[in-house]
């Protein structure tokens, strides 16, 4: 039998075998199954949700944060949801780098939660991980956060307790880390935070989410409305001639975004924890959830200028830059036009190279296990070129299965133990080195966005294939069939989280944990 007869009727079988269990499941579903925010709240008793502010804290400041059930209109459309101080996104804290605050939080949401502050290397137990450095916050309680911002760059925080529900229910916020350097950055004619999500909406309703156990568990929940900022229409009037700064957040559950700005011209800046070594200029920027990209870009010409998400089979609009013919009194085109090298990262990374060529001290294996589902045909159907899914095209099969069904991996590939069985060991000063295989014949490879906890590292090479332009990381995509080895400045003592950022393959196990001393 030929290879394409073979896929062709494996995918008939799925299709029907998917069919048949979508609708025993459905007779079986109860309203105890799902799960909304602010189900057993009147929607006109709830605030609506407000736009994004930017708070500046000083060194020792005490902010009070808390997580807000609210009221926010999409197309029109009046829906519960969440909100970091009754704001989508939530409000954006800025600091100085060196500085330390303390976070006062209190949780008004209708689940147990807790906030990880992605990115930061700080205190062990600041870290938001429920059993790990904390216990969940319940509703009605609150907690006290010390937070330190020891890098520059743009961070986010978020809960790390059904982070399926929560996050994609509005719970995200930009954390802004400013330099001490006032010449830093190159001087812009304005900055703008994006934030880059997705919703589930169908027939005018959130698609409920899974009250025990996340759905859409093997590709993740997408969503079918793009928001950027909280919005489905992002729209921003700047003067001709203007440079603007934008630090960009993924904060959707699965969905990667590739960004342009039209025929805008876009300078690369910074990833999640530092600069580039040198700044050069892109066509377009993939940022997969939990990453974070820093970009100035040109409007030269007046106009309008589409915000886009580029993908192989489709272009989304998310947003319209609106370019007026006045033009800016303060010209900075020079200036970005000038592709700057930047020493002092690049001398922090020489002090790394000695260890780029050691031995690999731990590989990782992605795959999953789907004991339901034995059959050859869920591997033999060809994986996108690129290893990327940027769309669920396989909805009755993703619908299917909750994280009560499957179980994502991360598995060690010398002992075969698998996420929480297992665990990393260091030593505070240690530079260790660990291979990340995304494996092409799971049972169903896709691309995985790798979080490391409370450390950070370098993207040392992909397929073999060493990286030319450094930048320090604390997240890094890793497509189907790719190898991705990262090299981890261990600093920080505590057990430290590693895992998979799409929300439903961390609620479906994977995860595990590298423990420095």
Same mark, same amino acid.
């Given at each position: 039998?030929?290879?394409?007869?073979?896929?062709?009727?494996?995918?008939?079988?799925?299709?029907?075998?998917?069919?048949?269990?979508?609708?025993? !499941?459905?007779?079986?579903?109860?309203?105890?199954?799902?799960?909304?925010?602010?189900? #057993?709240?009147?929607?006109?008793?709830?605030?609506?949700?407000?736009?994004?502010?930017?708070?500046?804290?000083?060194?020792? +400041?005490?902010? +009070?944060?808390?997580?807000?059930?609210?009221? /926010?209109?999409?197309?029109? #459309?009046?829906?519960?949801?969440?909100?970091?101080?009754? =704001?989508?996104?939530?409000?954006?804290?800025?600091? !100085? /780098?060196?500085?330390?605050?303390?976070?006062?939080?209190?949780?008004?949401?209708?689940? $147990?939660?807790?906030?990880?502050?992605?990115?930061?290397?700080? $205190?062990?137990?600041?870290?938001?991980?429920?059993?790990?450095?904390?216990?969940?916050?319940?509703?009605?309680?609150?907690?006290?956060?010390?937070?330190?911002?020891?890098?520059?760059?743009?961070?986010?925080? &978020?809960?790390?307790?059904? *982070?399926?529900?929560?996050?994609?229910?509005?719970?995200?916020?930009?954390?802004?880390?400013?330099?001490? =350097?006032?010449?830093?950055?190159?001087?812009? $004619?304005? *900055?703008?935070?994006?934030?880059?999500?997705?919703?589930?909406?169908?027939?005018?309703?959130?698609?409920?989410?899974?009250? *025990? &156990?996340?759905?859409?568990?093997?590709?993740?929940?997408?969503?079918?409305?793009?928001?950027?900022?909280?919005?489905?229409?992002?729209?921003?009037?700047?003067?001709?001639?203007?440079?603007?700064?934008?630090?960009?957040?993924?904060?959707?559950?699965?969905?990667?975004?590739?960004?342009?700005?039209?025929?805008?011209?876009?300078?690369?800046?910074?990833?999640?924890?530092? #600069?580039? @070594?040198? @700044?050069?200029?892109?066509? +377009?920027?993939?940022?997969?959830?939990?990453?974070?990209?820093?970009? @100035?870009?040109?409007?030269?010409?007046?106009?309008?200028?589409?915000? =886009?998400?580029?993908?192989?089979?489709?272009?989304?609009?998310?947003?319209?830059?609106?370019?007026?013919?006045?033009?800016?009194?303060?010209?900075?085109?020079?200036?970005?036009?000038?592709?700057?090298?930047?020493?002092?990262?690049?001398?922090?990374?020489?002090?790394?190279?000695?260890?780029?060529?050691?031995?690999?001290?731990?590989?990782?294996?992605?795959?999953?296990?789907?004991?339901?589902?034995?059959?050859?045909?869920?591997?033999?159907?060809?994986?996108?070129?690129?290893?990327?899914?940027?769309?669920?095209?396989?909805?009755?099969?993703?619908?299917?299965?909750?994280?009560?069904?499957?179980?994502?991996?991360?598995?060690?590939?010398?002992?075969?133990? !698998?996420?929480?069985?297992?665990?990393?060991?260091?030593?505070?000063?240690?530079?260790? !080195?660990?291979?990340?295989?995304?494996?092409? /014949?799971?049972?169903?490879?896709?691309?995985?966005?790798?979080?490391?906890?409370?450390?950070?590292?370098?993207?040392?090479?992909?397929?073999?294939?060493?990286?030319?332009?450094?930048?320090? /990381?604390?997240?890094?995509?890793?497509?189907?069939?790719?190898?991705?080895?990262?090299?981890?400045?261990?600093?920080?003592?505590?057990?430290?989280?590693?895992?998979?950022?799409?929300?439903?393959?961390?609620?479906?196990?994977?995860?595990?944990?590298?423990?420095?001393?």
């Amino acid at each position: 039998m030929k290879k394409q007869t073979k896929i062709i009727i494996g995918i008939s079988i799925i299709i029907v075998l998917a069919l048949l269990l979508s609708n025993l !499941k459905k007779e079986k579903q109860t309203e105890n199954d799902t799960f909304l925010p602010g189900e #057993k709240h009147d929607i006109t008793e709830l605030f609506q949700a407000k736009e994004s502010t930017i708070v500046d804290l000083k060194d020792g +400041s005490v902010f +009070s944060l808390n997580a807000d059930i609210v009221v /926010k209109e999409i197309n029109g #459309k009046q829906y519960k949801m969440y909100g970091y101080n009754g =704001q989508i996104p939530g409000v954006a804290l800025r600091a !100085k /780098k060196g500085s330390t605050i303390t976070i006062n939080f209190r949780n008004n949401i209708d689940q $147990n939660t807790t906030i990880h502050w992605h990115g930061l290397r700080h $205190n062990i137990k600041d870290d938001g991980v429920p059993g790990v450095s904390q216990e969940p916050i319940k509703p009605g309680e609150s907690y006290q956060y010390n937070l330190y911002f020891p890098d520059e760059g743009i961070y986010w925080y &978020h809960p790390h307790v059904r *982070e399926d529900i929560q996050q994609d229910s509005g719970l995200a916020g930009n954390m802004i880390v400013e330099s001490l =350097q006032t010449d830093y950055y190159s001087p812009v $004619n304005k *900055e703008e935070l994006l934030v880059l999500d997705d919703i589930f909406i169908q027939d005018n309703n959130i698609i409920p989410f899974g009250k *025990e &156990h996340a759905k859409f568990a093997i590709m993740g929940r997408f969503g079918n409305v793009m928001l950027v900022n909280g919005e489905t229409e992002y729209a921003l009037e700047v003067d001709q001639g203007s440079v603007l700064r934008f630090y960009i957040t993924t904060v959707a559950n699965v969905r990667p975004f590739n960004i342009n700005f039209g025929n805008a011209k876009m300078k690369l800046i910074a990833g999640d924890m530092s #600069k580039y @070594e040198q @700044e050069t200029f892109v066509e +377009s920027v993939l940022i997969a959830p939990a990453e974070r990209y820093i970009l @100035e870009v040109y409007f030269e010409n007046p106009g309008e200028y589409p915000i =886009q998400h580029l993908t192989p089979e489709k272009t989304y609009t998310l947003g319209t830059v609106k370019v007026k013919e006045t033009k800016k009194e303060k010209d900075f085109s020079t200036e970005f036009n000038t592709l700057r090298e930047n020493k002092k990262v690049r001398e922090d990374v020489a002090m790394f190279k000695a260890y780029f060529d050691n031995p690999v001290d731990y590989q990782i294996d992605l795959t999953i296990d789907m004991p339901s589902m034995n059959m050859d045909m869920m591997h033999e159907a060809e994986h996108p070129q690129d290893g990327i899914e940027w769309e669920d095209t396989m909805p009755l099969m993703n619908e299917m299965f909750d994280s009560s069904t499957l179980t994502w991996i991360l598995k060690d590939h010398t002992s075969e133990q !698998k996420n929480m069985d297992f665990k990393m060991h260091a030593k505070i000063g240690e530079k260790i !080195k660990i291979r990340l295989f995304n494996d092409p /014949k799971s049972m169903h490879p896709m691309q995985h966005p790798i979080h490391l906890h409370g450390q950070r590292f370098l993207v040392l090479s992909v397929d073999g294939v060493p990286t030319e332009n450094f930048v320090w /990381k604390d997240t890094v995509l890793v497509p189907v069939g790719k190898t991705v080895d990262i090299l981890v400045d261990v600093t920080n003592p505590g057990e430290w989280m590693l895992h998979c950022h799409i929300a439903e393959h961390l609620e479906s196990g994977m995860m595990t944990s590298l423990v420095v001393e």
